[in-house]
């Protein structure tokens, strides 16, 4: 846009011309418009055809006047133009068409705001489980960063609706935000959670103060970097051999095991059926909790007959586990 604000003022300099020019010939000579228009465009850009009639004196004056006035106007408009030609990067625009067009695709992806230590973890983590993801930082040189890392990528900040809005907060399956700062976090989450009331939003908190903030702002979980590593710590230390099976487990891609979520949807065909029989098809899989009623249910009876919206956590080998999300 700022592109064209500068090609307005040279082109509304040869518009104006075009229609004086016009307007002359047809009031001093009386020819038709399209005469007068032709006069006009081959006197004012010197392509030099003879003139459209013979001219009277009053027009060949007026013809002097025009190319004094008429061919200034052309070479201030053609030199406007080249100079906003130059100064396009041309590779920058295919670049951001092309994000532009894959951000537009975009559904059911995660988004995932700060792009520091953390957030590139983060992201890291959801294109190793297979999970569509576009970063948001302000800071150019992140996003920069983000986008040589193969991420689409919106640069801007976070907490603003527009940016949320272009990073398709309204298809997207949850949100991180894990910037530096708690402010910063606080606000993201305000603003996700206004435009996306069903959001599953992630945040990170440093200060402890901040976690019942960022829970009022509406993030549905917080996480404090440092209780964290302090938790692990002291079990890597207490329970090594523990720590390093859940490691195991949660380390997708790298070992046999992991873990699983599967959510029970209307018309599936592990609706009313009970944990039982789902045991006895599944016997390699593990089913460690259920999620039932907004209640948690670690290692549930065998009685339990599933419904639309409970979800299991199982724990089993990957092709086992395909097979039983191919059921949900």
């Known amino acids: 846009m700022t592109g064209f604000r500068q090609l307005r003022g040279p082109v509304i300099v040869l518009v104006l011309t075009l229609a004086l020019g016009t307007a002359g010939y047809m009031v001093i000579e009386g020819w038709s418009f399209m005469d007068a228009l032709f006069m006009t465009v081959i006197t004012v850009t010197t392509v030099g055809y003879n003139e459209v009639r013979p001219l009277s004196l009053p027009g060949r004056v007026f013809t002097i006047v025009l190319i004094f006035v008429g061919v200034g106007g052309v070479l201030y408009t053609l030199g406007a133009l080249f100079t906003w030609l130059l100064s396009i990067n041309w590779s920058e625009q295919r670049r951001r068409r092309k994000m532009d067009a894959e951000l537009a695709g975009l559904t059911n992806h995660f988004i995932v705001c700060g792009y520091g230590r953390v957030g590139r973890r983060v992201a890291q983590v959801f294109r190793r489980e297979r999970s569509p993801v576009v970063v948001v930082d302000a800071d150019q040189t992140l996003a920069a960063a983000a986008e040589a890392d193969g991420f689409p990528v919106v640069c801007g900040d976070a907490a603003s609706d527009q940016v949320l809005t272009q990073a398709r907060v309204d298809r997207a399956r949850g949100l991180v935000t894990v910037t ?149």
């Not at 402010?183 to 976690?211: K, M, T």
């Open 180 to 328: 530096g700062s708690d402010a910063n976090n606080v606000y993201i989450v305000l603003s996700a959670r206004v435009l996306r009331p069903d959001l599953l939003i992630v945040a990170r908190a440093d200060a402890d103060d901040a976690i019942e903030k960022l829970r009022r702002a509406g993030a549905s979980q917080v996480l404090s970097l440092y209780h964290i590593a302090g938790q692990r710590l002291a079990m890597i230390a207490l329970r090594p051999a523990a720590v390093e099976f859940v490691e195991t487990v949660l380390h997708t891609g790298r070992e046999q095991l992991m873990l699983e979520e599967v959510t029970i949807v209307p018309g599936s065909r592990l609706a009313e059926m009970s944990l039982g029989v789902l045991r006895e098809q599944s016997a390699g899989v593990v089913i460690v909790a259920l999620y039932s009623g907004g209640q948690l249910i670690p290692l549930p009876r065998g009685e339990h007959v599933l419904g639309p919206g409970d979800k299991l956590v199982l724990l089993g080998r990957r092709e086992e586990l395909q097979q039983i999300e191919a059921l949900s």
